[in-house]
């Protein structure tokens, strides 16, 4: 069953676990310390929003262009 997680401005650290994005349709980051490479996204059909900002993560602009148009 698809899920909303929203865990914005808990002062959470460390990087994004592959496993946070299984069926999940809404995924709310914002204002963390995560750090790291932002996961693929390219065997994830459900996500729809994802929300990252305030983060230090890392990532191509030219791959999460490829990620989310293979997600739609």
């Keep these: ?10 002062n959470l650290s460390g990087i994004i676990p592959d496993t946070l994005l299984m069926n999940v349709t809404v995924l709310d980051l914002r ?17 729809g929003i994802l929300l990252l900002r305030g983060n230090d993560l890392i990532a191509d602009s030219g791959s999460i262009r490829l990620m989310f148009s293979s997600t739609r």
Aim: charged letters at 10%.
């Design 1 to 10: 069953m698809p899920s909303i997680v929203f865990l914005q401005d808990n």
């Design 31 to 47: 204002n963390n310390r995560l750090s790291g490479s932002i996961p693929e996204f390219t065997n994830i059909q459900s996500i």
